[in-house]
DNA sequence: ACCATATTAGTCAGTTCTGACTATTCTAGA
DNA sequence: TCTAGAATAGTCAGAACTGACTAATATGGT
């Protein structure tokens, strides 16, 4: 069907996110891919390409099973349901994944490590154009927040975004506040 | 040299890593890759085989040079140099990516939510081990931040990563405080 | 004397990811 | 009655990334 390149299966997020869709009830790609987008962009990463690619993958494994949905005149649908063994590894892997810590990498990093290289004025008006994104990413994460209440495990993800988001912001709006302080002071002089 | 697939440039931040470290002064391949490794592991993300294949990249697009220096007996050092066309290539990127607010993805997300799958004091337990990681990389960030003044460029970043840091240990703390007082009123029931 | 680790410099096969593309049908609006 | 866009379902070539590997010398500790 797909290119299928290697015969181990990922074992990371993005393969325990399909895995755990269909935990819930038997989708067909578009539904998938059309609920991660809709839903789940602040939660992670994952294209269109990719996930058929799993899903491939999956159903190789015996993990997943597919049947076919005519839809009359529309293109058929394929529908995907957990098997017995896709249940188990499900469980297995969020077992392993629950604990793990990763490392907290955002990107964004290496643009302000080398700020010094622009002047002052620069920086200042960049940093406040990437507060006004922040603010907007912080009220988005808000509202997804407020939909599920936080003590379902969703609302959990929700919130961690929420905070971090959050932190993101009051750390942009300390820079920009000590640059308006060190242009003012030179500025004075 | 090495197998190089495309011919346009990636714009992202590795390049703009690897040209702001050949900003400050001339550096051989060994020494930049440990550089990175050491300084700047919580910064980003970049392999020692992606840095080659990149230094590759802009030398071919004429952005760095290179020289051969011998060593005695060690193996010769490859020098890259920054050219004028890479100064230039630096402050533009620079200025495109300064400004650009990069969604906050943070990875761990999915098996919190879907952390209901699991018995609340498997997930209490998991949540205590991510809780002990989290501090530690708090503890990593907080020091390396207090090693460089957040007056500097690169202490501004590693500033970001101590509050990111400390909101998800917060997070985590939140999460594992309500869980113990949901396990707390059901087993007096 | 010997072993483990660091220094130094890469390479490569195999894996994974992504942007762009192709089709057809339905629906709401102009 | 057209028409633009959403619904629907994927595919594929090419780009990018990573783990594992190779080599040779130096160096510090036991």
Known sequence: ???????????????????????????????????????????????KATAYQLLARLEEHGL???RAEAQGQRPTRRVFRLTEAGRAHFQHLLLGHLPRTEALIPEGNVPVMFSEHLPPAVVLAALRERLA???EQLAAAQAASERSPCTSSVGLALERILWLSRADRDWLRAAVARLERELDTAAVR
Request: glycine content about 6%; proline content about 2%; aromatic content about 4%.
């Open 133 to 135: 994104g922040a603010e």
């Open 1 to 47: 069907m797909t290119k299928l390149s290697s015969d181990r299966l990922p074992d990371d997020e993005r393969t325990l996110l399909l895995l755990g869709l269909l935990t819930e009830q038997d989708r067909h790609g578009y539904e998938i891919n059309d609920f991660i987008e809709r839903n789940l962009e602040a939660v992670i990463r994952l294209k």
């Open 64 to 66: 997943i099973e597919s």
